[in-house]
C-alpha cells in the first residue's frame, strides 16, 4: 500500500481532508450518531493535525445505511474523490464504518491507501501512516467479522450451522434435483430429463419459439409438474432457469446488539443440470423468444421498451374499437396487467405503433454501430479506474509471491540456525522455544499467504471486466456493416448483443383522433409529396385536369388550399370565408375538394406535379422522446441516443398512425 508521509504533504500544500460518518436507525436511537461521530472525528483532527495547514472538503454521511452493504450513496461519492487525486486524508469515527466484512474492509483500504491516501480512524485503533497498520487493520477487520458470524449463529441457530456443513437446511430442493438418504442433492432423473426435452425443443427449433411454445410442447409429451399439473411457459422457465443457475444460496437474518439488522448466506453447489455450452445456448433461445408473440407476430422492441411509469411494454395487434386506418400493431404498456398499485404517471403510457419506433431505434443502432471509435471510448469510459487498479494489484501479487519465497526460504535458515546455536544437554528445556518460533515463522508465511489470495481475487475481479470489454468490441467488429438488410431474428441477435434498452422520457403528441383525411393517408401509404406552392407554370401544367364548378369558375386558389389543408392538418372549417378562397364558405371548399379527390382528377393532378418540390403530410402522432442504451455488461455506462438530425429518430421522430391511452 502506498503511503504519503506528512512532511511531503506540507511541502506541497494544505492536506484536503475528509469525514465520513455512518449511522444506522438503532444507532441513532442510542446515541452514537451523526453528531458523536463527527465531534470525535474533528477532535481527532485537532490533535493529530494541530500543527499541519489542512481543510475539510466535505462531510460524507450515509445515514441509516447498514454497514453489511457494499454500496453506499456517500462512500460511494468518497470513493470517487479519493481515487480521482481530491483527497489527502480520510477520517472515520469506527473501523466499522467502512464495512462489516474483511473483504469489504481490506479492498477499500488498500485501493484508497494506494492512491497515496492516509486512511484513520478517531478512535486511533487505525492509522495508515502507523507502522503496524497492517497488522492492526487485519485483526480488527478479523474480530469485527467473527462478532458478526457469532452474533448470526445465535439468532439463526441449527438451520444455519446445517447450511454451513453443506445439508440442506429447508424447503424442497429446486426443480432437477432431490435429496439422496444423507439429506445431500443429486440430480433428479426425471426431472432432467424434462429439462433436456425443454432445452432441445428451444434451441433446434428452426425458429424462434416462445417460452408457451416449450410449455405447450413438454405438456404433449405427458411430462407435467411436480403437482401433477401441465406446464405453463412461465412456470417452465422459472424452474428451468433455477436448475441452470447451479447452486442455491440460503439467507439467515438476525440483529445485533445495535438493532441493526443483520445478514449472512450459505451456497450449497449443485451438480450441473445441463452442460455449460448447452446452458448457454438455452438462455440465447429464451432471450430471443422472449420477443416472438406467436408465428405471425413479432416485436422486435417487446421487454425491451420501457414507459415513463417504469413498467415494460410489449406487442400486440389492437384491432377492438379501431377504424380499419387505425388498428394494427402497438407496444402497450403492462403497468395495469401487473399486481400492485398503477403509477399516476401510467395515464402518459399511450400506445405507441410497433413499426415507426422499431425503424427510429434501429437508427440509433446503425448510427452507434457505425461509429467504431465512439464504441471504443464508451467501453474505456466505463471501465474507469479498472486498468490503474489491475495494475496495481499485479504490482502487489508480484511483491507477495517474492516476500512468501524469502519467507520460505529464510524459514528454513532461521530454525537450522537456532537448532546449531542450542546445546545439547538443554535440548528438552529450548524444544518448546523451537516450536514457538516456527509457529510464528508459518503464521507469518500464512498471513502473507491469505494476503495474497485476497488480491488475486480482486485481479480476477477486474480483470473480467476488461476481458468483457475486449470481447464486445472483438464481437461488434465482426457485425456486418449493411444493417439495412438484416433479417428480424439478426437483429434480435444484435440488439441481444448490445443488451439494447429503450427507456421512453415523456409523452407523445397526438394530433388526431378518430376517423382520419383520407386524402392525407393516401398521402401516406404512397409516398405521393404535397406541392410547396402552385406558380403560374405549374398551373399551366394542371388547369385543364382541375375542374371548375358553375358557381366557382376560377378554382386554382380552391386547390392552392386544399393542398394548403393536407399540409398543414387544419380543419376545413378553419377556412370559413377565408380571403384564401375569396371569403367564400368551408362547405363550399370541402365539396369541391371531395370532387376532385372522388374523380380521380387530384391524384391526376399530383401525377402531373411529381417533378415539383413538395413535402409530406403531418403525422398525426409524435413519438415521445426516448433513450436508446447498450450494453454488455452491467458496468458499463449507457449511452443516450436520439439527439438531433432528421427522421425517425427517437427524440422527435414523426410517425403517422393513431394513439389511444391505456
Known amino acids: 500500500m502506498a503511503k504519503r ?370 464504441l471504443r471510448r464508451l467501453v474505456e469510459e466505463s471501465l474507469g479506474t479498472v486498468p490503474q487498479r489491475a495494475e496495481s494489484y499485479r504490482r502487489r501479487l508480484a511483491e507477495l509471491d517474492e516476500q512468501i519465497e524469502k519467507k520460505r526460504a529464510s524459514r528454513k535458515r532461521k530454525i537450522a540456525l537456532l537448532l546449531a546455536s542450542i546445546d545439547d544437554q538443554d535440548d528438552d528445556d529450548d524444544a518448546p522455544l523451537v516450536e514457538e518460533m516456527k509457529a510464528e515463522l508459518r503464521q507469518q508465511e500464512a498471513d502473507l499467504v491469505a494476503e495474497r489470495e485476497r488480491v488475486a481475487e480482486w485481479l480476477c475481479e477486474v480483470e473480467g471486466q476488461e476481458g468483457r470489454a475486449q470481447n464486445m468490441l472483438a464481437k461488434i467488429e465482426k457485425v456486418d456493416g449493411r444493417l439495412d438488410d438484416f433479417t428480424f431474428e439478426q437483429k434480435q441477435d444484435l440488439l441481444d448483443l448490445l443488451d439494447v434498452r429503450v427507456q421512453i422520457t415523456g409523452k407523445g403528441e397526438p394530433r388526431h383522433k378518430g376517423v382520419t383525411d383520407p386524402i392525407a393517408a393516401w398521402h401516406r401509404e404512397t409516398g405521393v409529396t404535397i406541392p410547396v406552392e402552385i406558380t403560374d407554370e405549374q398551373w399551366q401544367e394542371i388547369e385543364s385536369i382541375v375542374s371548375p364548378s358553375r358557381q366557382w369558375k376560377d378554382v386554382r386558389d380552391g386547390f392552392e388550399a386544399m393542398l394548403d389543408k393536407v399540409r398543414s392538418g387544419k380543419n376545413w372549417k378553419d377556412y370559413d370565408g377565408s380571403e384564401q378562397i375569396g371569403g367564400r364558405g368551408w362547405a363550399a371548399l370541402y365539396r369541391r375538394a371531395q370532387h376532385w379527390w372522388g374523380s380521380g382528377e387530384y391524384e391526376a393532378a399530383l401525377e402531373a406535379l411529381a417533378p415539383y418540390e413538395g413535402v409530406a403530410p403531418l403525422p398525426l402522432y409524435v413519438l415521445p422522446p426516448m433513450e436508446v442504451t447498450g450494453t454488455t455488461d452491467p458496468e458499463y455506462t449507457a449511452e443516450h441516443a436520439g439527439r438531433g438530425g432528421s427522421g425517425a429518430e427517437c427524440n422527435h421522430a414523426k410517425i403517422g398512425a393513431d394513439v389511444s391511452p391505456r
Request: charged share 30%.
Open 5 to 374: 508521509t506528512l512532511a511531503r504533504s506540507l511541502q506541497q500544500k494544505a492536506l484536503r481532508v475528509a469525514i465520513y460518518l455512518r449511522v444506522s436507525t438503532a444507532q441513532q436511537l442510542e446515541g452514537y450518531g451523526l453528531k458523536v461521530q463527527e465531534e470525535q472525528c474533528r477532535a481527532w483532527l485537532a490533535c493529530a493535525l494541530r500543527n499541519v495547514p489542512h481543510t475539510i472538503v466535505d462531510v460524507y454521511v450515509d445515514g441509516g445505511v447498514s454497514g453489511k452493504l457494499a454500496n453506499r450513496e456517500d462512500l460511494d461519492r468518497l470513493t470517487a474523490d479519493a481515487l480521482g487525486g481530491r483527497l489527502d486524508l480520510i477520517v472515520f469515527g469506527k473501523l466499522d464504518r467502512i464495512g462489516r466484512t474483511m473483504k469489504n474492509i481490506h479492498r477499500w483500504v488498500y485501493d484508497v491507501t494506494d492512491k497515496g491516501v492516509r486512511v484513520a480512524t478517531a478512535d486511533g485503533r487505525i492509522d495508515s501512516d502507523d507502522d503496524m497498520f497492517g497488522i492492526q487493520l487485519s485483526l480488527l477487520a478479523y474480530l469485527a467479522e467473527v462478532e458478526h458470524a457469532l452474533i448470526l449463529e445465535r439468532t439463526s441457530g441449527g438451520r444455519m450451522q446445517k447450511a454451513a456443513v453443506g445439508g440442506w437446511p429447508l424447503g424442497e430442493p429446486p426443480f432437477g434435483y432431490m435429496l439422496d438418504s444423507d439429506g445431500n442433492p443429486v440430480l433428479n432423473p426425471t426431472e432432467i430429463e424434462q429439462i433436456e426435452k425443454f432445452a432441445d425443443f428451444m434451441i433446434d427449433s428452426p425458429e424462434p419459439v416462445t417460452r408457451e411454445d416449450g410449455a405447450r410442447h413438454l405438456s404433449a409429451l405427458g411430462y407435467r409438474t411436480r403437482r401433477g399439473r401441465e406446464w405453463e411457459g412461465g412456470n417452465l422457465v422459472g424452474r428451468v432457469m433455477a436448475a441452470l443457475k447451479g447452486c442455491v444460496e440460503f439467507v439467515f437474518a438476525g440483529e445485533n446488539e445495535d438493532g441493526e439488522e443483520i445478514t449472512t448466506t450459505f451456497r450449497i453447489d449443485l451438480p450441473k443440470a445441463l452442460p455449460d455450452n448447452r446452458a448457454e445456448e438455452l438462455r440465447a433461445a429464451l432471450a430471443r423468444g422472449a420477443r416472438v408473440k406467436g408465428k405471425h407476430g413479432k416485436y422486435l422492441l417487446s421487454n425491451r421498451l420501457f414507459s415513463v411509469c417504469g413498467a415494460h411494454r410489449t406487442g400486440a395487434m389492437v384491432m377492438e374499437g379501431r377504424s380499419t386506418n387505425t388498428a394494427g400493431r402497438y407496444y402497450r404498456c403492462m403497468a395495469n396487467r401487473a399486481d400492485g398499485e398503477v403509477p399516476e404517471s401510467h395515464a402518459d403510457c399511450w400506445e405507441i405503433p410497433c413499426d415507426e419506433v422499431d425503424e427510429a431505434v434501429w437508427a440509433e443502432v446503425k448510427k452507434l454501430m457505425s461509429d467504431k471509435d465512439k
